[in-house]
């Protein structure tokens, strides 16, 4: 799971400071996305810093919350999100309603899988039928387990799987 | 240099009359470059300096391009034969990759350097290729197998040649493009969108090579020995075409504003062919007949070339290029 954090950071106003902000996230394997300085705007006497990173988890975030109150830096705001990847998935062939929910209760029970929306059509009357499935899912490697559960089931079921091309 | 044509069919007749007209540019390479001999699946011609323009007239009067029946043996005939390259434009053949693979090997083994537009040998037997190459000095030169004037060979192996190449994803096959953006834009169902690609010349009679991902695996498996350095054949590719799918599959994908494409990829692993999802406006979303590939590169970054896939003058055009490169090796 990679989380994406904002934070409004709140510095001595003495040099050496920012350098000793951003330390804790790199030496914690943070990946620093961007800074913005806002020498201009002082908050009792502290100046203010904007920072964007990503940890690879929450222990590891909080290990850097740690370092920074050990270096008496304030944690003015905290905006933190978890990053996801989408999935998109179309099948086509002779796929039954029945099969459909299987699918469906299957990618359910698969760890990481934060949304699915599915779309089914085809006419009651021909066999073919089309079935979009679109989501996402909080994990990279989750990317590969909805790959191979697809791509097991239509070779199973034997219709034929489209894959996303992720960017 | 002495050429010898194996094959002069719409590519053998291309490369042939490419010769012809470029005799300026090989002068002022101070090279002199003629064809000592050409021959099809009956007949065979040879003679110091034959003329391009003789020679394609000849095939289109009569159905052959020569006045000799090809010999018995053909494989002994090229290994005798004085010449210094041999240009091979027979048919591909997935199965067993004759006739070219003995022609292509009878031409290395007796010292003589091999052009060939034919995917067959390279799709199946690349490292035995190669090795008899190196085991002999030559060099098998093959851009026009994959992707016609498509750059790609070359461009990775020579001009990128301190990169890793980490991927590539491309659209190897202009049929199934035009068949897959056909259905998209007129709503056409697959063997109509098939139909009009086989009245347009486009699609062979028999379009099995095309639709069932067969020409894209071939080409998937030569880029993977010649541009990732790996050791693999066609049937390593894992396959899928495109005659199942429907116009209710393309119209789910437009209301996720993406397209259907017949996709060859290469890295992370994976040696796969089949259709994939792409969001309008990625650059494999394009429509048409032109291949196009998207190599990712460590230093590089993402670099994406595009040409014409097929077609007389656009494979030949590549046959030119790996002539001019043999003549500047040889300098
Ligand atoms: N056409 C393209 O745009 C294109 C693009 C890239 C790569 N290629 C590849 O280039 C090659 C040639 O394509 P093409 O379109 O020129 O095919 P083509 O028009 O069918 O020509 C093939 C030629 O090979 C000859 N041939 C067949 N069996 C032979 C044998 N046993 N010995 C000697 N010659 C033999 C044929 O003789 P006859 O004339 O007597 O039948 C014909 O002249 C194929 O491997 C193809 O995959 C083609």
Known sequence: MKMKINVDLRLKDVPGQLVSALDPISSCGGNIRGVVHHHDVKDGGRIAVNVTFEASSDPVFHRILDEWEKRDVEVAKINSFIETYPIRYLLVGDISSAEMESVTRGLESIENVVSIDVRYTGAATSSSHTALITGTVSSQDTLKTLDDFFYERTQKKNYLLVRGLEL | ?331
């Open chain 2, 1 to 331: 240099m002495k050429v010898l044509i194996a094959g002069f069919g719409t590519v053998g007749q291309g490369i042939a009359e490419v010769i012809g007209t470029r005799q300026s540019l090989f002068d002022a390479m101070g090279e002199k470059v003629s064809i000592v001999g050409a021959f099809d699946s009956s007949s065979l011609i040879y003679g110091d300096n034959l003329d391009p323009k003789y020679l394609v007239e000849k095939k289109k009067t009569t159905g052959k391009v020569g006045d000799k029946e090809i010999p018995d043996d053909v494989a002994s005939y090229i290994e005798e034969a004085d010449f210094d390259i041999l240009l091979d434009t027979t048919p591909t053949n997935i199965d067993h990759a004759e006739p070219g693979l003995t022609y292509i090997l009878s031409a290395l083994h007796s010292g003589k350097h091999v052009i060939t537009s034919n995917k067959g040998p390279l799709a199946l037997k690349f490292s035995t290729l190669s090795a008899a190459a190196d085991a002999n000095g030559v060099q098998l030169k093959y851009e026009a197998s994959v992707g016609g004037a498509m750059p790609i060979i070359n461009l990775s192996k020579q001009l990128l040649a301190g990169e890793n190449i980490i991927s590539l994803r491309g659209i190897l096959n202009g049929t199934c493009n035009f068949i897959l953006n056909r259905m998209k834009e007129e709503g056409l169902p697959f063997y109509q969108a098939l139909r009009e690609a086989q009245d347009l010349g486009y699609a062979e009679t028999d379009p099995t090579y095309d639709i069932d991902g067969v020409d894209s695996a071939a080409k998937v498996a030569i880029l993977a020995n010649a541009i990732f350095g790996m050791d693999v054949n066609y049937y390593d590719v894992v396959r899928s075409g495109i005659r199942n799918i429907t116009e209710d599959a393309i119209a789910l994908a437009a209301e996720e504003n993406s397209v259907i494409r017949l996709i060859g990829e290469i890295g992370g692993g994976k040696l796969e062919v089949a259709p994939r999802l792409v969001p309008m406006g990625h650059p494999l979303s394009i429509g048409g007949t032109q291949n196009m590939a998207n190599i990712i590169t460590d230093l590089a970054g993402e670099i994406t070339v595009s040409g014409r896939g097929a077609g007389k003058n656009e494979t030949a055009s590549a046959m030119l290029s790996d002539l001019i490169s043999i003549i500047r090796n040889k300098e």
